[in-house]
């Protein structure tokens, strides 16, 4: 309804002042050479103060003429497509989306431009206020039919320097398409977590947090200059001050953080329906964004945040999460993968078993059994051959990432694993064999990370699983692993640790997409068993585990590993010292 009370569905549109003649006689004319009315048309549509009526009126002519409007009258129809529509009556936008899907039926040579049109609506308008004579604007069929709207959506993705508003209106509107495209999600969904990677990867965990700790301090720092000029009113003015508890202080991880609240709601009204889980439509969504875990996220280095969109997703259902775990154990276990992925993948079964609240003691134990398996056979592996077994990471990493991943996950969940029951849960430690995995000739404790070895060093000595501290003493007297020259030749010493690099789902930064992730995820619980050490330890080391103690996340800051790519030898199987616990695998092969 207009502001006459007039319906433009059922009433037809007044005439107003406009060229002469109909379009279809209009376009007959310029057929024929007479192109008067024909510019003076494209003139009247470009003209800002053309009216709802006029407009439908119009529209209504194009839609019963679309056969005529072929490519020899391009710009008439670029000209159209000009047109802004979408803010006008709801009328007008009926009559503008009928036209559009008979042109494209009609005239498929149109389709990119109609799509591209469509996709420039993604984000919002230039906003411009004139203000004492300046300008201040913001800164910032149908399988074939797909085909061409792909490319589209990735040219048309805005700069990822762009405002957050304009970030999030394009993120939210693409994510809009899957709805009535599924055919499409997973190309979408690569787009968006490709951009939100590059955001991710570009600032450091360091850098966020270093600006968020200036914030606090400038903050701090106001409130103690306020508190020298205001005696009584403290609570009031406090009351009146702006919160930025929900802001990020860093452009970038505000940008960032936006855009995984986006993403974490288009997940979660993915899979339920009327606040119910729908199995079906949660699998389909898991398999695609495992898809994109594959491709994308897996072979990214020192992301922080954007693996969380999986761990989120694998809250909602166990099946999901130890579907997510079997697919990264299958990784770790097959030589024919890439031994820097292998190694990757160990740091994320480690880090996923430490820190997800909803995976339960039984699922936690079955991983720990496959791990410790593959482990002793594949020392089996090494005693069994006839060379000499030295300490080389280039060689065996991925055996040292599944060790590291293994004590990670022990220091965190040993917990869970003794409360239920002290006497069954110290058996099952002890049935793990860990002794033999710190003894034997690979010398894991060489490679991992000094924090990790010194909190795994600790629990086992109170719990006498396994005592450690001679071999850190020992390893601590000697130079660090011995790596491979890429050149070949004799190996060479190196004082950098190859397992240097990032646990993916150490704490989470971000604000607002942090409150879905907090209830689900295990923070770091300082131990009270780890202050008395031998005093022969090593400065370095206990230099971390000091560390450590200063507050719960930065037990996590120090947890950094980086995985060497040469491929890791065969390794047959053997039952020799294996865990005499049940090995179990998962039954994952559909999701219940």
Same mark, same amino acid.
């Given at each position: 309804?207009?502001?006459? @009370?007039?319906? &433009? $569905? ?8 406009? !060229? ?5 006689? +209009? #376009? %007959? ?115 074939? @039919?797909?085909? &061409? $709207? ?8 805005? !700069? ?5 508003? +304009? #970030? %999030? ?119 695609? $964004? ?138 099952? $430690? ?20 000094p924090s990790v070895t010194t909190m795994f060093a600790a629990f086992t000595r109170k719990y006498q699983v396994v005592f450690c501290y001679t071999i850190i003493e020992r390893n601590n007297r000697q130079v660090l692993p011995v790596v491979r020259s890429s050149a070949g030749g004799d190996g060479v010493s190196t004082n950098i640790n190859p397992l240097d690099s990032f646990f993916p789902f150490d704490p989470y930064l971000l604000k607002r997409s942090g409150q879905l992730i907090e209830p689900l995820y295990q923070v770091w619980e300082e131990p009270s068993d780890t202050d008395v050490l031998p005093n022969k330890l090593d400065q370095q080391v206990r230099g ?49």
């Amino acid at each position: 309804m207009d502001a006459d @009370g007039r319906d &433009f $569905l059922n009433s037809p549109p007044a005439k107003t002042v406009r !060229f002469g003649g109909c379009v279809a006689e +209009t #376009l %007959e004319k310029a057929r024929h050479g007479d192109t008067n009315d024909y510019e003076l048309l494209k003139h009247q549509l470009v003209d800002p103060e053309i009216k709802d009526a006029q407009l439908i009126s119009w529209l209504q002519e194009f839609r019963s003429c679309v056969t005529q409007l072929t490519k020899d009258h391009e710009q008439l129809v670029y000209t159209i497509l000009r047109v802004p529509w979408a803010d006008r009556c709801q009328a007008v936008v009926d009559e503008y989306l009928a036209f559009l899907g008979n042109l494209v039926s009609a005239q498929t040579v149109f389709l990119c431009a109609c799509l591209k049109m469509a996709v420039s609506l993604f984000t919002p308008s230039r906003v411009t206020i004139h203000e004492g004579g300046v300008d201040i604007s913001d800164s910032d069929d149908e399988d074939e @039919g797909d085909r &061409f $709207l792909v490319p589209i959506l990735q040219d048309n993705f805005p !700069f990822v320097q762009k405002s957050s508003r +304009t #970030l %999030e209106c394009y993120v939210h509107n693409l994510l809009r398409v899957t709805v009535y495209l599924p055919s499409i999600r997973r190309d979408v969904l690569e787009l968006v977590v490709g951009k939100l990677l590059k955001l991710d990867v570009s600032t450091s965990r360091a850098e966020m947090e270093d600006a968020e700790e200036h914030a606090q301090k400038e903050e701090v720092q106001e409130q103690l200059e306020e508190g020298l000029f205001d005696m009584v009113g403290d609570e009031d003015m406090s009351a009146d001050r702006p919160a930025r508890t929900s802001v990020m202080v860093h452009p970038v991880a505000e940008r960032l953080d936006v855009l995984m609240v986006v993403l974490m709601a288009y997940i979660k009204d993915v899979c339920h329906v009327d606040g119910l889980l729908h199995v079906e439509r949660t699998k389909e969504l898991f398999k695609d $964004l495992l898809s994109v875990f594959e491709k994308l996220i897996l072979p990214t280095h020192a992301s922080s945040h954007v693996q969380y969109i999986l761990f989120y997703l694998c809250s909602f259902r166990l099946a999901l999460a130890e579907a997510f775990l079997d697919y990264l154990w299958k990784i770790l276990q097959n030589p024919s993968w890439p031994a820097v992925l292998r190694q990757t993948a160990a740091g994320y079964l480690g880090s996923f078993l430490a820190r997800a609240k909803f995976v339960p003691v039984l699922t936690l134990r079955a991983c720990l059994d496959l791990l410790l398996s593959w482990i002793h056979r594949y020392i089996d592996s090494q005693d069994n051959g006839s060379r000499q077994v030295c300490c080389d990471i280039s060689l065996h990493g991925p055996f040292y990432a599944a060790c590291q991943a293994v004590f990670y996950t022990l220091i965190f969940r040993h917990r869970a694993i003794l409360e239920a029951n002290m006497k069954k849960g110290l058996e099952y $430690l002890q049935g793990l064999n860990l002794e033999r995995v710190v003894m034997c000739q690979l010398n894991p404790l060489k490679v991992c990370l000094p924090s990790v070895t010194t909190m795994f060093a600790a629990f086992t000595r109170k719990y006498q699983v396994v005592f450690c501290y001679t071999i850190i003493e020992r390893n601590n007297r000697q130079v660090l692993p011995v790596v491979r020259s890429s050149a070949g030749g004799d190996g060479v010493s190196t004082n950098i640790n190859p397992l240097d690099s990032f646990f993916p789902f150490d704490p989470y930064l971000l604000k607002r997409s942090g409150q879905l992730i907090e209830p689900l995820y295990q923070v770091w619980e300082e131990p009270s068993d780890t202050d008395v050490l031998p005093n022969k330890l090593d400065q370095q080391v206990r230099g971390c585990l000091v560390e450590s103690s200063r507050s719960k996340t930065s037990f996590n800051k120090i947890f950094r590993w980086s995985p060497a790519p040469p491929p890791s030898p065969s390794h047959t199987r053997s039952s020799k010292h294996v865990n005499q616990h049940v090995c179990c695998t998962f039954p994952l092969g559909q999701l219940v």
